[in-house]
Each structure stands twice: as C-alpha cells, then as structure tokens.
C-alpha cells in the first residue's frame, strides 16, 4: 500500500514538473522561437537582428533538449522501477499458482485416501456384524448347553466327559470370537480416527488454497495497477523522447540558418559547431567529418586563425602585414587570383555579406621558409582557398548551401568547399593512404619534409577529432593537441 502511494504521488510529481515545464517553455522566448516566427523573422527583421534572434532561438531549444534529456533520464528510472515492481508481483503471481496446485495435488490425493478409508470402515462395520452374529449364536449355544438337565445331559452324552469339553470348546470359541470382535472395533476406531484427521488436513488446504487465491488475485490487481501506471510512465517517456527530438531538430535547424548568415567570429567557431557543420556535409560529399576537420585545423585552427596580411599592389600582388605595415612581399598571385579575388570582394559587398574594401580584407601572406618566400599567400577564411580554386567551386557550393554568392569568410560555405576540394583529391576513399595524399595536395606539397609537418599533423588530429565523434570526448593528449 506504501509503495502504491509513493508511486502516486510520484507520478503525480511529475505531471506537475511537466507542466510547470510547459509553462516555462510557453514563455516570451518560447513564443519568439516558434518556427513560423522564426520566418517571419527572416523577412521583417534587419541581418543583425535576425542573427541575434537564431542565436537566442538555438541557445534556448539546446537548453529545452537537455532539460528533456535530463526529464528522460528521470522518466526511465521510474519505468525501471516500475518494471521490476510488475516483474516481482508476477514472479509472486506464479509461485502463489504453484502453491495452489501443489495444494490442491495434495487435497485431490488427501480425497482418494479418504475415499479409501471409508472403504475400508464401511467393510470393517460388515465384519464387526459378522462377528456379532457369529457371537450371538455362540452364546445362544452355550445358553443351551447351560439350561440342559442332568438328565438331559446323560442321556444327551455317552460320557461325562463329552459334556465337560463340548462346554470348554464353546466357551473358548466364545472368547476368541469376543477378542476378534475386540480387535475389529479398533481397528474400525483407528480408520475412522485417521479419516477424522485426514478430513481436518483436507479441510486445511482447502481453506490455504482460499487463502492463496486471494493473495493471488490481490497480486494480479497490484501488477494490473503497476502496468497501468507503467502505461502512463512510457506515454510520459514517448512524450519528453518526441519534444526532446523536435528541440534537437529545431536547434539544428537554426544552426544551419545561423551558419548561413555568419561570418568566422572572432576566437573561431565554437568546437561543437564545427563537429556538427562537418558531419552534416560529410553526409553529403562522402568525406570523413574527422578528416575534413583536422585539415581546417591545420590550417587556420578551424577559424582561430586570421590571414595576416592585406593585398596592395594588384600588379606585382604585394601586399602589406597586417600587424606590421611593413611590405609583404608575394602576398597573391596576380596573373591567377587577383582578378576573381577582386570579383569575389564586390559581389559580397554588394550582397550586403563584407563591409570591406578588397585592400582591407585579410588573406594568408606567402610563407617563408630559411629566409626564402615559399609559393604565394592570398588564401581566404577558414578553408584557406586561393580564390582561383574558389572560383572553382563556387557554382557547386552556392548550389549545396543556396546561399548566393558563395563567401569564403562564411562557416557554412568555408567547410564545404573544404569538404568539395577533399572529395576531389580522392579523401573520399576514407582510407589512410587516400587521406594523407588529399591532404598534401590541398597543402600543395608532397615532400617529406610536407609530409612531416603537414600530413601526418592532420592524420594525428583526424584521430583526436574521431574519438570525440564516436565517443563525445577525448583524450587529455588529444585535448591539449586541438585546444
């Protein structure tokens, strides 16, 4: 009765923490956050405001999905309690039904015995009136032999004797035909004291059998009433599974708006951003997530990292550090990429996605290696393409992601041409040797030295990145490489 109550009352506990959930969740913000709002937002609201307003609507159906996470957790603890509660009441409904049959085994046997008892009196009553008759007829005997004369006696024997020893032989007979008769009543005493206490047995299974129905028909309504609120539990449990779902998918959904419309923040990209934006284009370009976010973090640290110099001289390409001032020489190719870097600045400013000049928007400066400049810089955003490579994918990318013109500077755009640039230098493939000879390619060098200081850096990362994928951690080795 105790644990009935606590069931109560805790289920009870529940429906109200759900509903005072609702209510929350019901609030300003929940209102602002519905999807058709969210739409509306899109058309009515300036870029900023829209952006602040996907950024709040994600942050809150995160924290809805883990409140339901949480409510789950609870949820299944109580299904499990209940669960074993059902599991023990029928455990007991089945030794209770084993009993009953053992008892009524017993009562069934105890009947036979009974019956045969009865038998067994009935047919000792016939010989106990057997002996009485045999008995009267003795005593009628010897009654005669008394009354006879003396007379009659002589006449009656040819000696005396004769006399004497038939009267001995009646009397003998007489007293073994009473100890027979002596005998027979006990043992008709002895049946019927074994039926009487065979009969009371009998009476007391019956009354256990009575007695184990009820507790059995007391055990099956407490199991009914557990598998009831069982019921209640699991559409509670289906309940917080769908909305949890729904939060989950919704704050995806707005992350993958968000991700239309920002640009690298400063600090770069949130790590878990960048895990979920790889393994959503993995899905469509057929490059490992893992792989694709170690070359990105090899190359800029997945966003932490700036271009370092600005373009000024559209001629020789030169351009300027941007930290220094001072000339940095070879910064873009201008017989490959200045033009359709030039193109790609204005169509971004003009779609409202750059509020900078093409001499003030950063790129990559040309490395230098043993005091020798190394190639050519100019490579944009996280992704660290050239923009004559970019020009290149630029058609497929606005296609995947649909935003037009495609932005290098954009998280979005960035990680799948990163992906697109992979797939085509075979990463798809998934295998080691597919993958590190992707990698030094996008690098642009296959030597040992690259090899060393490029290729087998991305491969070691692509392990760490893996291991967060598949386990939603990793190593402290892997931890301090990344972070």
């Known amino acids: 009765m105790r644990f009935k109550k606590i069931i109560f009352f805790g289920l009870v506990f529940l429906l109200g923490f759900f509903c005072l959930k609702q209510v929350v969740f019901s609030g300003a913000l929940g209102q602002d956050c519905l999807w058709e709002n969210i739409e509306q937002g899109e058309k009515t609201l300036s870029r900023d405001e829209y952006r602040q307003l996907l950024e709040r609507c994600k942050a809150f159906y ?6 339901l996470e949480k409510d789950i957790s609870k949820t299944e603890a109580e299904k499990k309690t209940l669960s074993d509660a059902i599991y023990s009441f029928q455990r007991k409904i089945q030794n209770l039904q084993y009993q009953i049959n053992q008892s009524n085994v017993m009562i069934k046997d105890l009947g036979q015995q009974i019956g045969n008892t009865e038998t067994s009196i009935e047919k000792t009553g016939w010989k106990i009136e057997e002996v009485k008759g045999r008995l009267r007829v003795l005593l009628r005997a010897k009654y005669e032999e008394d009354q006879k004369s003396t007379i009659e006696i002589l006449l009656g024997e040819e000696t005396l004797s004769g006399f004497f020893d038939n009267l001995v032989a009646l009397e003998a007979l007489n007293v073994k035909t ?3 008769l002596a005998n027979i009543k006990d043992l008709k005493t002895d049946l019927e004291d074994q039926k009487q206490t065979m009969d009371s047995e009998k009476k007391d299974l019956e009354n256990l059998v ?3 129905e009820l507790q059995k028909q007391e055990s099956a309504r407490e199991k009914a009433q557990q598998e009831y609120f069982l019921q209640l539990t699991e559409k509670e449990y289906q309940k917080y599974v769908a909305e949890q779902k729904e939060a989950t998918e919704k704050a995806t959904k707005i992350g993958n708006l968000l991700f239309e ?6 600090g770069g990209i949130k790590f878990e951003d960048a895990v979920e934006i790889a393994k959503s284009i993995s899905s469509q370009t057929g490059v490992r997530a893992a792989f694709s976010l170690a070359v990105l973090w090899q190359e800029t640290r997945i966003g932490k990292l700036k271009g370092g110099c600005y373009l000024r001289n ?10 220094t001032g001072n000339l940095a020489p070879k910064t873009m190719k201008p017989t490959r990429d200045v033009s359709p870097f030039l193109k790609i600045v204005k169509s971004l400013n003009d779609a409202g996605f750059l509020q900078t000049d093409a001499f003030h928007t950063p790129v990559s400066c040309c490395m230098i290696t043993n005091g020798s400049y190394f190639g050519w810089g100019g490579a944009m955003g996280p992704a660290q393409f050239i923009a004559s490579t970019w020009m290149l994918y630029k058609d497929e990318i606005e296609q995947k992601t649909g935003q037009i013109p495609a932005n290098p500077w954009s998280v979005r755009d960035a990680f799948f041409a990163n992906a697109l640039y992979l797939r085509d230098l075979g990463a798809s493939a998934q295998t080691y040797s597919a993958e590190i000879r992707a990698a030094l390619r996008y690098f642009g060098c296959t030597s040992s030295w690259c090899q060393r200081n490029y ?5 070691n990362v692509a392990n760490c990145f893996q291991e967060y994928i598949d386990k939603g ?3 402290v080795i892997c931890q301090e490489s990344i972070f």
């Not at 995160?62 to 409140?67: D, N, R, T, V, Y």
């Not at 419309?261 to 400063?266: A, C, F, G, K, Y």
């Open 178 to 180: 009473q100890d027979l």
């Open 62 to 67: 995160e924290q809805k999905s883990e409140e």
């Open 314 to 323: 559209v001629t020789t390409g030169d351009g300027v550090y941007i930290k």
């Open 473 to 475: 951690s990793m190593s």
């Open 210 to 212: 009575t007695i184990k």
């Open 455 to 459: 290729g087998n850096p991305v491969m």
């Open 261 to 266: 419309l920002i640009q690298v923040p400063e």
